[in-house]
């Protein structure tokens, strides 16, 4: 009796409240600045509630958990950059499901082409056995991170710290390792590794993010329709300042109590793209190599780097522009005709005396 009852979904006790949450959350990812987080966030409000129909939670929990959702797209929308960071972490597959769900799809194994290929796959060891390795792709990407500074210091994943299972060649009686705790540190260590990787985006997805940074692509939000603030004359007829001193007492001034955690950035061009440029400095860039045969990723850069270098054209006549110069590089000057010293008739100068 008691599990029949777990198993069935919990009704909240006010549909309306939940209805009147689920609708505000929804027009709040409308006003989202960023094309992509306004159709991630909607899709991801969608689900969360979905799921949350199944759910065993209390519905206390439940209503907390749907007000955090709600004031984190607020304080977003408003221009804190904490709530708004992590709004495009989320959309971008930085942190959360998405980021699973694009990492699942890179280590996604290739079909084989031929009988060959199926009978060297089954000739692999299992997984996490002795002499099994993880995916080129994988190593490829684990090693591209580890050697970008930039990541470390962001601290967005946990830091990836070696590429190699930490196996020790004997336990603690000097005994050689069983098979068992080997495979148990070669999985520990691949999971850590995955929890520390960023996978890159979809093609499409990184052109849209490529043009917000350029400013080819539209980005500004539908705008809110300003509310009309109705205000009562008696009530401020009303005040004495005498008796809220002596029902109240003494008031603090302006402080910066509301901006303890951040305070609003109004949203704009330089704002955005700020924003963007250091989403952009987390995705990696999938290409092939011809040469070897292999993937390597390659990573944007939080600033924009100044041009050290300026291509020449050849055709330009360089001789009007640093003027003609010799073999040795040294610019050519016209000779003049050397003036001899002149010569100072001492004989007619007095002696001193």
Known sequence: MASARLSRPLQTPDPTLWRSLFRATLRECTYLPDPIARDYMREHVVRRYRRSQKSHRSDPDLARSAKHGLSVLQRANQGYQRPLERVLFMSYGRIGKRRHDLLAELMKPQVPRDTKAVKELIAQPIQFEDGWEPPETIMSLAKSQMHNGVLSSSRIRPVLKNLNPPIPETNSWGKPVPQVRRVNIRKRWYGNMLESLLPPL?????????????????????????????????????????????????????????????????????????????????????????????????????????QLAFEVDTEADLDHIFGEADTKGKARTESKPETQPETLDTSSEEPKV
């Open 202 to 306: 979809p093609d499409s997805e990184l052109r849209i993010l490529d043009g917000l940074i350029q400013g080819t692509v539209d980005w500004a939000p539908r705008r809110r329709k300003p509310v009309e603030v109705i205000t009562s004359h008696s009530e401020d007829e009303d005040n004495d300042p005498l008796l809220d001193f002596l029902t109240r007492g003494p008031q603090k001034g302006h402080t910066f109590r509301d901006f303890a955690n951040g305070r609003p950035h109004e949203i704009t061009d330089r704002f955005m793209r700020r924003l963007w440029r250091r989403i952009s400095s987390l995705v990696p860039r999938m290409q092939y190599s011809v040469t070897t045969n292999k993937w390597f990723f390659i990573w944007d850069t939080p600033k924009t780097m100044p």
